[in-house]
C-alpha cells in the first residue's frame, strides 16, 4: 500500500542546534515533494519545493534533500530558534493523480 | 493581504443539521482544494477544483458536496452532518491547474464539531 511517514514523536532539540524531520514513502514515484509548516490553530505554510532531480534545496537556514532511491527527503534546520517551533508537514504527488498527499506531520520544540 | 480567508472560524452543530463552509481566495488562482485534518491523520483532500466550473472528488468525499461558485470561492457543503465529520476543514489554492509542483496557499481552518 502507498504510505507517507514522518515521525509521530516530537522533536525536542536545543537551541542553536540543526533539527532534522524525516519523510519516507512507499509506493510512490513523486516527481515533486513539499514542505510546509504549521502553527497550532493555523493553516499550513509553504517552505520549500524539491523536485527528483534536484538532490538538495536551501532557503536560508532550511535545506531539503530528496533521495528517490531510499524515498526519502530530509528536511534540516540550521542554528535552530525557538520560533522555529511548529509541526513540519511533507506532501507529494500522489501516483497518477496529480493531487498532493500530506503525511501526518512532525512537531519540533526548540528549547532556549 | 487576506489570501485564502474561511468562515465561519467555529461551528457547533447537532447530528443531522446542515451547513456551508465557506471559502474566498484573492490571489486569482485557478484551483482550489477543501481538505479535512484529524490527529494523527494528516491532511486529507475531500474535494478540489481544478478551474471555475469543475469539481472532482478527492479522497474522503462522502458526505460532502462542494460548488465552485466562481474563480475567487468554493463552498463545501455537510448535508447532514454526523459525528464522523468532526474535524478542522481547510481550504486551499494553487496557481497552476493541478500541477502539483505550485505550492498551495492555506486558510486558517474552521473547527466544526459535530453533537
Known amino acids: 500500500s502507498q504510505k507517507i511517514e514522518q515521525n509521530s514523536e516530537a522533536l525536542n532539540i536545543q537551541e542553536g542546534k540543526t533539527a532534522t524531520l524525516t519523510c519516507n514513502y512507499t509506493?510512490?514515484?513523486?516527481?515533486?515533494l513539499q514542505w510546509y509548516r504549521q502553527d497550532p490553530g493555523r493553516g499550513p505554510v509553504f517552505l520549500l519545493l524539491?523536485?527528483?532531480?534536484?538532490k538538495e534545496k536551501r532557503k536560508e537556514r532550511l535545506k531539503v534533500t530528496f533521495d528517490t532511491t531510499l524515498k526519502q527527503s530530509l528536511f534540516h534546520i540550521t542554528a535552530s530558534q525557538p520560533a522555529d517551533s511548529a509541526t513540519y508537514l511533507c506532501?507529494?504527488?500522489?501516483?497518477?493523480?496529480?493531487?498532493?498527499?500530506f503525511g501526518q506531520g512532525t512537531t519540533l520544540q526548540v528549547k532556549p | 493581504n487576506a489570501g485564502v480567508t474561511q468562515t465561519p472560524k467555529f461551528q457547533v452543530l447537532k447530528t443531522g443539521q446542515s451547513m456551508t463552509l465557506q471559502c474566498a481566495q484573492d490571489?486569482?488562482?485557478?484551483?482550489m482544494y477543501w481538505y479535512r485534518q484529524d490527529p494523527g491523520m494528516g491532511l486529507r483532500l475531500i474535494y478540489y477544483?481544478?478551474?471555475?466550473?469543475?469539481?472532482d472528488k478527492g479522497e474522503v468525499p462522502n458526505g460532502y458536496n462542494v460548488s465552485r461558485l466562481n474563480k475567487r470561492e468554493f463552498s463545501l457543503r455537510l448535508e447532514s452532518a454526523a459525528p464522523s465529520q468532526t474535524s478542522v476543514y481547510f481550504c486551499?489554492?494553487?496557481?497552476?491547474?493541478?500541477?502539483?509542483?505550485?505550492?498551495?496557499?492555506f486558510g486558517d481552518g474552521t473547527r466544526l464539531s459535530i453533537l
Open positions: 509506493n510512490y514515484s513523486p516527481a515533486y
Open positions: 486551499a489554492s494553487s496557481e497552476v491547474g493541478t500541477l502539483i509542483d505550485q505550492p498551495q496557499h
Open positions: 506532501a507529494l504527488e500522489g501516483t497518477n493523480t496529480g493531487k498532493l498527499i
Open positions: 524539491i523536485r527528483e532531480n534536484e
Open positions: 490571489m486569482n488562482h485557478n484551483s
Open positions: 477544483s481544478a478551474s471555475e466550473g469543475t469539481t
